[in-house]
Every structure is written in structure tokens, then in C-alpha cells.
């Protein structure tokens, strides 16, 4: 018996709607996948249950589940779903890290979808409530899902009975992808800002909790370009600790540390 631990690998979406799949290892690239009819692919993600498979977001208004095991050439698509009849743009998917065989997706329709993979041919649950596009889903924990979009909110939702908890407001986002990233082992969300600022917002409390701004970009005719933190991204490995990395739109990354507070 051979058994076989897959080589670490990265998949990225570009703007002519090619899914690029490369062993990190080797620095090759494995397969690419072109079925997003040539439109910009606005996300990519790995199931956590089955690290083989992959799903990627696009402009063609289509959420893609594939895996590299079938078919010739390094892969295919083995499930695909139009959320809207509009076709609208999907911009974000996430699959469900808990262990739950939930797909969740983002859309120009301003809500949310979960596609349960195993029958993907209608949602499981819908989330409404936005009131423009969603640009990001984040599962929080077993039980609730995080959305940001451009109607400068983020949104905490119950995935069991698709009820809103709680909104979010405070940092600026109204047209642009700012990120989201949740610590799940602190309850924390973290956004950017078009402000230039980082945002961190307890799940229990509706306000910012935490605010850092960048750095000004330049001048520019004596007045300061601030420009936007585009990404932010939590790391999930320590309980007490917590890491969070931000990105701005001059290129430049930022690290911040935080440490739990005592209870007493």
C-alpha cells in the first residue's frame, strides 16, 4: 500500500477568468482551468474536508467546484451553480472549515448563499439583508458566517436559520474590496478601510474595538494620496495570541500583535 500526502499547493484566479493551480514544492505550475468564459475570477478556495477540491468565484455570474483527480490534463469541473438568473458577479466563496459540507458565496445581488457540496443544485441557505454587493463571506465558527460589503458594513449571521445577529459599522467601504479575515479562536473580525485604516470589531459589540491607520502614500499637487487597506488576514494558530497582516493599495504590508485580555 502507497499512501500519498499532497505536495502543498496555491491556486490563483486572474482577470481572463483562468484558474492557475502550482506545487509550491516543486514551483510548477500543475493545471490551469479556462471556464469562466474569458471573465474575472474575483476568488479561489480549498475544502478543507478534501483538500483536493477547489472552487473558484468569477464575473460570469458561476461558482465552480473542481478537482485535479478527474478528468485528462490535471482536472476538471465537477459542479457549477448560477446563484442569480442575472447572472450576477460571484465575488467571494469560502468553504466551511468546521468540518460541515457548506460552500458559501458572495454576490452583486447583495446576499449570501451556502451550497450544501454534496447536492449542489439549489442553496441551503440565503442571507439577505445587505444593500449592495457582498464581497467576502468568513465563517466565524460552527454556527455563524461573517459578510462585508460596499454598503460600509459587515454582517454576523446564524447559518442554522439564516437569521441576522448583529451589523457591524465604522470603518468606510463603498465601492472597494477592503478584505475581511476573522481570529475564530478570539471572536475577532478584522476589515480594511478606504479611509486607510485597519478596523478590528469584537463579534459581541457592534463598534470598532480597534483602529490603526497607514501611513499617507504621498503627495500629490501638496495634498496626501492615503489611498485604502485592501486586505487584511488573521493568523489561527494561537488561542492567546493573535497575528493579524494588513495590506494597503501602495503595496505595503503591515504585522500587528495582540494578546487576550485576563478575564479577571
Not at 483562468?18 to 471573465?39: M, P, Q, W
Not at 458561476?62 to 482536472?75: A, F, S, V
Not at 467576502?136 to 461573517?146: H, I, K, N, S
Request: glycine share 12%; charged share 25%.
Amino acid at each position: 500500500m502507497e499512501t500519498r500526502v499532497r505536495r502543498p499547493r496555491l491556486g490563483i484566479g486572474d482577470y481572463d477568468g483562468v484558474v492557475t493551480e502550482y506545487d509550491l514544492e516543486r514551483k510548477l505550475s500543475i493545471f490551469e482551468r479556462d471556464e469562466h468564459s474569458g471573465r474575472r475570477v474575483w476568488s479561489v478556495d480549498y475544502s478543507h474536508s478534501d483538500p483536493f477540491l477547489g472552487a473558484s468565484g468569477s464575473d460570469d455570474g458561476t461558482m465552480q467546484i473542481w478537482d485535479p483527480r478527474c478528468g485528462e490534463g490535471g482536472g476538471r469541473c465537477v459542479a457549477k451553480v448560477q446563484p442569480t438568473a442575472a447572472r450576477s458577479s460571484v465575488c467571494c466563496v469560502e468553504f466551511d472549515p468546521f468540518g460541515d459540507a457548506l460552500v458559501a458565496v458572495g454576490c452583486a445581488d447583495k446576499k449570501a448563499y451556502a451550497y450544501d457540496v454534496r447536492r449542489i443544485t439549489e442553496p441551503v441557505y440565503t442571507f439577505d439583508g445587505h444593500t449592495k454587493t457582498v464581497t467576502y463571506v468568513r465563517f466565524l465558527d460552527a454556527g455563524t458566517m461573517v459578510t462585508a460589503s460596499i454598503d460600509g458594513c459587515l454582517k454576523l449571521w446564524n447559518v442554522v436559520d439564516s437569521r441576522l445577529i448583529r451589523t457591524y459599522k465604522g470603518h468606510v467601504n463603498s465601492r472597494s474590496f477592503v478584505g475581511l479575515s476573522v481570529w475564530r479562536h478570539g471572536g475577532l473580525l478584522g476589515c480594511g478601510s478606504e479611509d486607510n485604516q485597519v478596523f478590528v470589531y469584537d463579534k459581541r459589540w457592534g463598534e470598532p474595538i480597534w483602529v490603526h491607520g497607514f501611513e499617507p502614500m504621498g503627495r500629490a499637487r501638496d495634498r496626501f494620496d492615503h489611498g485604502f487597506v485592501s486586505s487584511v488576514c488573521w493568523r489561527q494558530v494561537d488561542e492567546d495570541q493573535s497575528t493579524l497582516v494588513a495590506g494597503g493599495s501602495n503595496g505595503a504590508l503591515q504585522v500587528f500583535f495582540g494578546k487576550r485580555r485576563s478575564e479577571i
